[in-house]
Structures are given as C-alpha cells and as structure tokens.
C-alpha cells in the first residue's frame, strides 16, 4: 500500500496559525482522496497534536484519507542525552500521553468496527460517537 506521508513541523505556534494547519491538512487530505487515492500520514508535529488528531479522526470517520501520524521523538526515560528539545517522554509528560493513548484507541476502533470506505452509515456510528466523543481533544 502506498502512503503520502507530509511532514508538520512545529515551533511556537500562533492560534492563528492553527487554523492555517488545520485547512492545510484539509487540504491535503482531500487531495489525496480525489487525486492520488492514498491515504496520507502526517508527522513531526510536537505542539499541534490536538489539531493533528482531530483533523485525522474526523477524516478517518468520514471514511476519509487521514490514515494516521507519526509523533517525532518519542524517548524513554534515561535517553536525554538524545533530546534536541522536542523529545517526548510520556513519563515526564502524562498529559500528552493520555492524548497520544485516546487517539490510538479512538482509531482501533473506528478501523476495527468498520471497513474502510462505509463513510460511517453503518450502525456501528452512533455507538462510536457515543464511546469516541464523550471527551474531545
């Protein structure tokens, strides 16, 4: 299977830019449905992660494109010697992963419960959003 992976990289970011990231992955997302038929993965994207993941999920519930992300360096404790200063470490940051754990598990099952083109009219829906969305990202 062939995937278009885009790389987000992220510094200190503005709320305005955070709408811009958000139509870009849009963007991206829907192109890669109507021209490529691909899925897409998005990565580095350290401080934008809730906007990352919500705009992956939505995708993914529409049946869409937005097939997943790649965090960009997630550690162990001890390995701070490798730290360039965007390591994640989930010990040292629970918050995070909590994050990261909802969206993995949001995205099992929506891809457990469902093929992968139904645009979410199956039954399977309401269910879902009932288990998915009770604490939006």
Known sequence: MLVLLIVLVSLQIADT????VKSWMDAHIEDTEKYLGMPVVFSEF?????TVYSSILN?????????????????????????????????????????VT?????????????STRCNWSCKKKKMLEKILYHDEL
């Open 17 to 20: 830019h955070i709408s811009f």
């Open 46 to 50: 350290d401080t934008l992660i809730s």
């Open 59 to 99: 995708s993914t519930k529409k049946g869409g494109s937005g097939a997943g992300s790649l965090l960009w360096q997630v550690f162990f404790e001890g390995m701070d010697n490798m730290d360039d200063g965007y390591a994640i470490v989930f010990s040292k940051s629970p918050s995070t992963s909590s994050i």
């Open 102 to 114: 909802l969206q993995s598990t949001r995205l099992a099952l929506f891809n457990s419960l469902c």
